[in-house]
Each structure stands twice: as structure tokens, then as C-alpha cells.
């Protein structure tokens, strides 16, 4: 079964870019879509990437994805203190989700 | 717009049952894959169930297979998750989601599950 590993957490200051990412292997990764999700504290998890890089709408330009062989990376520009929450990445090979990076917009 | 309550937590001794539910609106229930998944207290989220539009097939998780059973009634737009032989390590908040993109694109509130003696 495929593990995704993700950095516990990441902060940066309002403003700025940060990225997260997601490690697997070219099976689970590689061979598969990744997609993003944003958990706000006390809420529900919600879309924000799909298809590696697509965007459902609503979600604005500030939120990109992309993959390598064996990475996927979420970036987020221009950084607000409403972006604070947990990031999860998943992939559709056995629909295993990462554990989640934690957002600190310092 | 797309909406999925969930509903039908609670607190349970181990060993016993539960029946979550999750309502559908604002889509055509019929043409998609729903998946259950949960999330442990302080941790991560894991995928638990999925089931085909029409009902006829079903993926589990290791950890809960033939425990857990997911169905669907597309004429009630409605999701379900029957949990048997509950365990401690069940306790979590089950969301239910809709598959689309080869992702969860719509997710209920979420209803939380404890299991404790």
C-alpha cells in the first residue's frame, strides 16, 4: 500500500509564497492524479486542487499544483492570514490521502 | 449548488453498531461514486468506502473490511455507512464525499463517531 509523506508543517509570512509538498513513489504519485484539499479549523475538508493542477472553481489562481515523478507540490502566493488551516494531498491509487501539513501565516 | 448532510453519530461501546446516513441535494445523486471518510482526533484523513453510481460495487479500506458496510439508495438520494464490531480505534468524524476528477470534490459536515467502554 502507498504512503504519502507530507512536512508536518510550513509557515511564512502575509504576502508570501509557500509550497507544500507530498512525496510518494512513481506507482502512487507518478502513475496517478493528485489532488489538494484545504481543512479550515472546525470544518469540513474542501477542493482545491484536482487532476494535479486543475482548479475547481471558486478556487482562486493563488492556489497551484504540480508533480513530478514522484512529488506533488502545492503552492500557495500571496498569503493570507485566512489561508491558517491544514493541507492534505491525495491520490486516486487506493484514494490514499498524505497526513496533512499544518499552514502557519505568521 | 451541491449539499451533503451527514447525520447518525454517537457514542457506542465497543463491539456494538451504528448506522451513519448522509443526504444528497442540488445533483444527480445516480451518476456518481460517494465514498465515506473519517478522520481520528487530531490526525489525518483515511478513505474508509466507496460505492459505484448503481450500487453494484464497493472498495474498503483493510481496516474495516467486513465490518463496515456502504450502500446506497438512489431513489432517498441518500448514502449510508453500517459500522458493526466497532472498535476504539473507529472513534472519528465520518464525512461522506462525492467522486469527481479523480478526487472528492463535495463533503458533509461531517458526524462524529465515539466508540468507548
Known amino acids: 500500500q502507498s504512503v504519502l509523506t507530507q512536512p508536518p508543517s510550513v509557515s511564512a509570512a502575509p504576502g508570501q509564497k509557500v509550497t507544500i509538498s507530498c512525496s510518494g513513489s512513481i506507482s502512487s504519485i507518478g502513475n496517478n492524479y493528485v489532488s489538494w484539499y484545504q481543512q479550515l479549523p472546525g470544518t469540513a475538508p474542501k477542493l482545491l486542487i484536482h487532476e494535479n493542477d486543475k482548479r475547481p472553481s471558486g478556487i482562486p489562481d493563488r492556489f497551484s499544483g504540480s508533480k513530478s515523478a514522484t512529488t506533488a507540490t502545492l503552492s500557495i502566493t500571496g498569503l493570507q492570514t485566512g489561508d491558517e488551516a491544514d493541507y492534505y494531498c491525495g491520490t486516486w491509487d487506493r484514494k490514499i490521502l498524505g497526513g496533512g501539513t499544518k499552514l502557519t501565516v505568521l | 449548488d451541491v449539499q451533503l448532510v451527514n447525520s447518525g453519530g454517537g457514542l457506542v461501546r465497543p463491539g456494538g453498531s451504528l448506522r451513519l446516513s448522509c443526504a444528497a441535494s442540488g445533483y444527480i445523486f445516480g451518476d456518481y461514486w460517494m465514498s465515506w471518510v473519517r478522520q481520528a482526533p487530531g490526525k489525518g484523513l483515511e478513505w474508509v468506502a466507496t460505492?459505484?453510481?448503481?450500487?453494484?460495487?464497493?472498495d474498503y479500506v483493510d481496516s474495516v473490511k467486513g465490518r463496515f458496510t456502504i450502500s446506497r439508495d438512489n431513489i432517498k438520494n441518500s448514502l449510508y455507512l453500517q459500522m458493526n464490531s466497532l472498535r476504539v480505534e473507529d472513534t472519528a468524524m465520518y464525512y461522506c464525499?462525492?467522486?469527481?476528477?479523480?478526487?472528492?470534490?463535495?463533503w458533509g459536515q461531517g458526524t462524529l463517531v465515539t466508540v468507548s467502554p
Open positions: 460505492i459505484k453510481p448503481d450500487g453494484s460495487q464497493t
Open positions: 464525499a462525492r467522486e469527481k476528477w479523480a478526487s472528492f470534490d463535495s
